[in-house]
C-alpha cells in the first residue's frame, strides 16, 4: 500500500485552549526542522468559507437550526479541504489545522446530539476520508475556558455551560477511543508546559525533514 503523501496534524479543543498561540509557535518549529507548513483554521481558510464562517459566529444567526449549522460547517470544510488541504498534502507539506472532523463530533455529536456513526460518514463525505496523521486534544474544563475568554464574543461562545460540558465529554470520548492518534494535553497549567507536551507528541511521529 502507497504511503499517504504529506501529514496532517490537527489542533483540537474549546475555545480559550490557547490553540491560536500554540499552533504558530509549532508551525515555526517545525519550519526551523525543515518542514514546509501550511496553516488552516475552520471554518474558515478559502473565500467562501470565511464567508460561512462569519454566517456561523453571527449572533444575527440565533436560532439556526441544527441540520443547517451541521451543513454549515461541513461545507465549509469540504471546501478549504478541496482548496487548500488536500493540495498542500499532495505536494508532501504538513498541514497545521486548527479544528478538524473531532470538532464536528463534539460539538455537533455530543453538543448537539447527532448520531456519530453518521456525522463519521459524513466527515468522510468532506475528506475524501483523509483522517488526521495525528490530532494534539487540548483539555480544558468549561469553567477555566469560560475565565479565560472573558467577554461572549460570537454565537457558539453564548452557548450555555452544560453545552460545553457535553462538547468536553465528546472530546475525551474520541481520544479513548483512538489513543494512539488522539494525544490528550492538560491546557489548564502553563504555557509553556503545555508547549512542551505539544512538541513531544509532534516529534515523536514526525522527523525533521533535514
Known amino acids: 500500500m502507497p504511503r499517504r503523501r504529506g501529514f496532517l496534524l490537527t489542533i483540537e479543543g474549546v475555545d480559550g485552549s490557547g490553540k491560536s498561540t500554540q499552533i504558530r509557535r509549532l508551525a515555526a518549529h517545525l519550519r526551523r526542522q525543515g518542514h514546509t507548513v501550511t496553516v488552516v483554521r475552520e471554518p474558515g481558510g478559502t473565500r467562501l468559507a470565511e464567508r ?49 472532523t473531532d470538532s464536528t463530533l463534539a460539538y455537533q455529536g455530543d453538543g448537539r446530539g447527532f448520531g456519530e456513526p453518521m456525522l463519521r460518514k459524513l466527515n468522510d463525505v468532506t475528506t475524501e476520508s483523509r483522517r488526521p496523521d495525528l490530532t494534539l486534544l487540548l483539555d480544558l474544563p468549561p469553567a477555566v475556558s469560560n475565565h479565560r475568554k472573558g467577554r461572549i464574543a460570537d454565537r457558539l461562545e453564548s452557548e450555555k455551560g452544560i453545552f460545553y460540558r457535553k462538547v468536553r465529554a465528546g472530546y475525551r470520548r474520541v481520544a479513548k477511543k483512538e489513543p494512539r492518534r488522539v494525544k490528550l494535553i492538560d491546557a489548564s497549567g502553563d504555557k509553556q508546559q503545555v508547549w512542551e507536551h505539544m512538541r513531544t507528541a509532534v516529534e515523536r511521529r514526525l522527523k525533521p525533514a533535514r
Request: charged share 30%.
Open 52 to 100: 460561512i464562517r462569519r454566517m456561523l459566529l453571527d449572533f444575527r444567526s440565533a436560532g439556526l437550526a441544527r441540520p443547517a449549522e451541521l451543513f454549515l460547517y461541513l461545507a465549509a470544510r469540504s471546501q478549504l479541504f478541496t482548496e487548500v488541504i488536500e493540495p498542500a498534502l499532495k505536494r508532501d507539506e504538513v498541514v497545521v489545522c486548527d479544528r478538524f
